[in-house]
């Protein structure tokens, strides 16, 4: 396993619902290991292995949630 841990801010989230919208929506995609969501920062930071799962996968989850989303950074 190859965990890597990546930052999205997210637009459109206005609500403790829409965060935990997010949240359900990435802790159900296979490979996801931990997920953290600020509505305040209005970002996720999503750990996950490579193998199971890519950014572009997490973003069009996170896209099809309905927020709009950019990754700002990888590590």
Known sequence: MNLVSATFHIDGMTCQGCAASVTRALEATPG??????????????????DAQTTSSTLIAVIENAGFDVRMSETS
């Open 32 to 49: 996801v290991i931990n997920v953290a969501v600020s509505l305040d920062d209005k970002y996720a930071i999503v750990q996950y292995d």
